[in-house]
């Protein structure tokens, strides 16, 4: 059973930054796309951000292109979101997920383990 924990959140300014981290653990290669998502208050979850295996294919929502960095280290079993500039817009929970797909998909059924997420709060 494939575990994923993220860290990393917290409050910070507008224009701030952050990195979040994602770990995992239970499976026994890392061969597969991971992805951020996020869900704000009332709303609907949603795709950030999305990496292969390989690190190679990186797929990133517009709002965030330019701000946000994807990355993993298969060595730490560990995925990466550095988020820079950041918006009030931007506050959500954040949850990183594992996917048995190699693409870096923004499909959220495509993803079948999930973290519990981790806070991000953007101060204007």
């Known amino acids: 059973q494939v575990q994923l924990e993220e860290s990393g959140g917290g409050l910070v300014q507008a224009g701030g930054s952050l990195r979040l981290s994602c770990a995992a653990s239970g499976r026994t290669f890392p061969m597969y796309a991971m992805g951020w998502f996020r869900q704000a208050p009332g709303k609907a979850r949603e795709f950030v951000a999305a990496i292969d295996w390989g690190g190679d294919r990186k797929n990133y929502t517009d709002s965030v292109k330019g701000r946000f960095t994807i990355s993993r280290d298969n060595a730490k079993d560990t995925v990466y979101l550095q988020m820079n500039s950041l918006k009030p817009e931007d506050t959500a929970l954040y949850y990183c997920?594992?996917?048995?797909?190699?693409?870096?998909?923004?499909?959220?059924?495509?993803?079948?383990?999930w973290g519990q997420g981790t806070q991000v709060t953007v101060s204007s």
């Open positions: 997920a594992e996917g048995r797909i190699l693409d870096p998909s923004p499909a959220l059924d495509l993803y079948h383990y």
